[in-house]
């Protein structure tokens, strides 16, 4: 089998009855970078900026940060870069900015703290910005939105490095395009303002590891209560089939990014919710590619309208597994 899904790798990937999905890479380190060139993606769905903060001493200058971003845009030119501005806090620490807290992953994370740190986030989008002069596939995103507040707050920070870097560069003959913005869907008070959300950005990106840990209370680290920390649980797949309804509803193109993106049952019942976009390590790329070529929109919905009866995460995974067996 994987000889097949290694020889096909190649193909376009259209459902089984020619519904098109597109396939995007999440990335961080650079040889998940690297690996994107050898996998047939739509571009990068997420590219996490804080691990090249985590693996360095002191905060990268703005210029290191033009230099490594320049190079991630001009690795295909051609599609979307998703950078998501730096999410740190929670279980991702900067060593040189060191936070105690007796709750982090309720406390100061991502878009939090980069709010409260206004030169922090600065730097990062005029490096973005600078980065992209002469492309156009540069597209920000947001982590940890909780609120309209943190969005209008951002925007007008961005629209202020923008503004800054239009003007340093109004005396040469280049092309700066404002990016297109998006939010990730991953605290579950965003469940309950997608519409007033929808008015302020051009994409939603569903941060399903996250989504699912604030959902069901469960610390996504914590080997404790880790049996309990399920993005099948059926209280999470009501949340993402609302998402997607929503989305649409609201006419803003929406992902999902978390894992359950990069996995043959979920990317199926994800593609019955409504999903077209869905974006994984690059290592699930050709699987999913190969999953989603086998399977048409038909059989995925019948499998979600059965996940869907489902009580419990077992009884999903029982209808996906007998699924996935019956279809060999
Ligand atoms: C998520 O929360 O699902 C996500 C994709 O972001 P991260 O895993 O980096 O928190
Ligand atoms: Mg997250």
Known sequence: ??????????????THDKCRMALYV????????????FVNADGIGLYRTEIPFMLRERFPSEQEQVEL???????????????????????????YFPINEENPFLGWRG???TLDHPEIFLVQVRAMLRASIGLTNLQI??????????????????????FEIKDEVKDMDVLLEKPRLGIMLEVPSVLYQ?????????????GSNDLTQYLLAVDRNNTRVASLYNSYHPAVLSALFDIV??????????????EIAGEPGGAILLMGMGYRKLSMNAHNLRKINWVIRNVSLEESRQLLMKALTAHTHEEVFSHINHYLEHRG
């Open 26 to 37: 999440n990335a961080g380190l650079s040889a998940e970078i690297e690996a994107t060139q």
């Open 245 to 258: 309804k929503q989305a649409d509803a609201n006419h803003v193109p929406v992902t999902v990014c978390g």
């Open 141 to 162: 995103m947001l982590p940890m939105i909780s609120s309209v507040t943190e969005v209008k707050e951002a925007k007008r920070l961005i629209d202020q490095a923008f």
């Open 1 to 14: 089998l994987s000889q097949r899904i290694d020889a096909e790798a190649d193909q376009e990937c259209l």
């Open 194 to 206: 997608l519409p007033q959300l929808a008015k302020q950005v051009d994409f939603f990106s569903v």
């Open 111 to 113: 878009i939090r703290l």
């Open 69 to 95: 971003y320049r190079q991630i845009l001009l690795a295909s030119p051609e599609q979307p870069i998703t950078m998501r501005t730096l999410d740190v806090g929670g279980d991702k620490p900067l060593p």
